[in-house]
């Protein structure tokens, strides 16, 4: 079945360090792409998406791009700020009539002044 | 525009009781689902609906009943609560099976 693996948490970095985190997912056909942040004590925010082979999604700083060929939609950010700490998740969903979408487990984010 | 309501809150039931969690969207979306999320398992689905009428179990459905009589409305019905039912749940909308969901701010149950 449709599955998403992320990078363990936590992850710690200091403010204006470079970030990564990985996600690469199992999926037949051609599911979308979400990042989703989850900040402290509230619900899930969609951060950016790719629908297709080769999209760059990008938001508030991240980027993330759809490769097919690595089954991976990486996230990334050039220069991380104390107020990004919260926990991602990279999620698919594949079209049809089902519109499930997938979580991966999600990964803690703690940046340090 | 309200997007995607989820009441109560928080909630506190004694074992063996039974609750609904109501979930109500604004935005005209077909599709409605609900996840639980509990420490290091990440979010799983629970119940879905692609459209009024028409519902299916998720990874998670046991102890749980969902019905879908009109677009807006989707909810979580909790037969007889049991401690692992313990968690924070999440209602979620989409419009389209291509696009991203838009979550609830979440009811926060605990059952003793």
């Known amino acids: 079945g449709d599955s998403v693996t992320q990078m363990e948490g936590p992850v710690t970095l200091s403010e204006e360090a470079f970030l990564t985190i990985n996600c690469t997912y199992t999926?037949?056909?051609?599911?979308?792409l979400f990042w989703y942040v989850q900040y402290p004590g509230e619900g899930l925010q969609l951060l950016l998406k790719a629908t297709k082979a080769d999209d760059k999604g990008s938001n508030k700083g991240f980027e993330a791009t759809y490769r097919k060929e690595t089954t991976s939609f990486h996230l990334e950010k050039g220069s991380v700020q104390v107020s990004d700490s919260a926990v991602y998740f990279c999620a698919l969903r594949r079209p049809g009539n089902t519109g499930k979408l997938i979580f991966g487990q999600g990964t803690t984010l703690q940046v340090k002044p | 525009n309200a997007g995607v309501t989820q009441t109560p809150k928080f909630q506190v039931l004694k074992t063996g009781q039974s609750m609904t969690l109501q979930c109500a969207q604004d935005?005209?979306?077909?599709?409605m689902s609900w996840y639980r999320q509990d420490p290091g398992m990440g979010l799983r689905l629970i119940h879905y609906s692609v459209g009024a009428g028409i519902t299916d179990q998720g990874e998670v459905p046991n102890g749980y009943n969902v019905s879908r009589s009109t677009t807006e409305d989707f909810p979580l019905r909790l037969l007889s609560a049991a401690p692992s039912q313990t968690s924070v749940y999440f209602c979620?909308?989409?419009?389209?099976?291509?696009?991203?969901?838009?979550f609830g701010s979440g009811t926060r149950l605990t059952v003793v």
């Open positions: 935005m005209n979306h077909e599709y």
């Open positions: 999926a037949t056909g051609y599911p979308s």
């Open positions: 979620a909308s989409s419009t389209d099976s291509y696009y991203g969901y838009t």
